[in-house]
């Protein structure tokens, strides 16, 4: 059974009266067992009949099964788990879901309230594209918590998104991309790879420019990449292959150590690789006096593929995306629809 409690504020006049008081505005709480479970938490709630009524919605529903947030998130990242998902985005979502209980506490899922919901989202301290990420997973959690019928509404699509802005991709200049070959040859020889650290820097900037890989698949590329490289992304478990292009070919010949992989041990996380070789471009960046990111090579690769008119379906196979996400971010480089679009402005000349 549950009981309702006055959170008397240290200003109430009414604070000898006792928790049970009913005629001030002070915060209401809620305390006891709901259906074996035990609550204790705050109802976002000041008037006496309204947490009442909210009360005995919670109790009413015996016949249906209490799923608490530790439980839902348990079941929900074993799911994803099986499903192939990467063990950063798992750890994502485990970040949030500790996060969430840490601000509501363990409670049913029935219990959880659009208010408390919003609280927990105002409580946090990220940027606009971080915290639109975050609301996308959060969302996900409840639809998986309605098919299983745990819940009947996904609270988190009540949650506004924030405004983001899409910053358009910026490919490599093909001026660029010869004062970054430049610089590699002004780069650093030392550190644990010695006289090898120029030729290992541009092999890995010929994978990703030729391959179009995410900087975490490509530090995890084997040395035994053969006439073809295979493209398994992590992000979606995909497989396709692309011709191992001639520099690609030539950096690796100079660079094997008849090692696992080519570009990391194999001892440390693929997050503490990708970490080394950010601040490895970071270095480079100083020395050709421009910003360099593994991504801006993703870019310069399908922005290369589409201005050469490869069809966006077999683009967005390449790069593990699917075709929308490429028209959405890529329209101003798809040469056929530029094609159609000059071809049909002349028709009307």
């Not at 919670?58 to 998130?73: F, L």
């Amino acid at each position: 059974m549950l009981t309702i409690l006055r959170r008397h504020l240290t200003t109430c006049k009414h604070l000898n009266k006792g928790r049970k008081y009913r005629a001030c505005g002070c915060p209401l709480a809620v305390e006891g067992k709901l259906h074996g479970v035990n609550i204790r938490r705050a109802l976002d709630l000041r008037n006496w009949e309204a947490a009442q009524k909210l009360v005995r919605e919670w109790e009413g529903n015996g016949d249906k099964p209490v799923v608490t947030v530790s439980v839902a998130y348990e079941r929900f990242l074993a799911q994803r788990k099986s499903k192939g998902m990467s063990a950063d985005m798992l750890h994502k979502h485990e970040k949030l879901g500790i996060g969430l209980q840490a601000f509501l506490g363990d409670i049913p899922l029935r219990s959880m309230t659009l208010d408390g919901l919003s609280e927990f989202r105002e409580s946090w301290t990220i940027g606009p594209g971080t915290a639109k990420n975050q609301i996308a997973r959060m969302r996900s959690f409840f639809r998986f918590c309605i098919d299983r019928q745990w819940i009947e509404r996904n609270l988190a699509k009540l949650i506004e998104m924030p405004k983001v802005d899409d910053s358009e991709p910026k490919p490599y200049e093909p001026h660029e991309l010869v004062r970054i070959n430049e610089a590699i040859d002004q780069f650093p020889n030392k550190g644990i790879y010695g006289e090898m650290t120029r030729e290992r820097l541009r092999a890995f900037v010929a994978v990703l420019r030729w391959t179009g890989m995410r900087i975490g698949d490509a530090v995890q590329l084997p040395e035994n990449i053969g006439a073809n490289i295979k493209l398994r992304t992590t992000k979606n478990g995909k497989h396709v292959s692309v011709p191992t292009h001639p520099e690609i070919e030539g950096g690796v010949k100079k660079i094997k150590r008849g090692t696992q992989y080519l570009f990391c041990s194999g001892e440390g996380t693929v997050k503490s690789q990708v970490s080394c070789w950010a601040r490895t471009f970071k270095k480079l960046s100083k020395i050709v006096e421009i910003h360099i990111h593994a991504h801006r090579w993703r870019h310069t690769f399908i922005v290369n593929l589409l201005t050469k008119g490869v069809p966006v379906s077999e683009v967005a196979a390449l790069a593990g995306n699917s075709p929308r996400i490429i028209e959405r971010h890529y329209n101003q480089w798809i040469q056929s629809r530029q094609d159609a679009i000059d071809k049909a402005f002349m028709g009307t000349w």
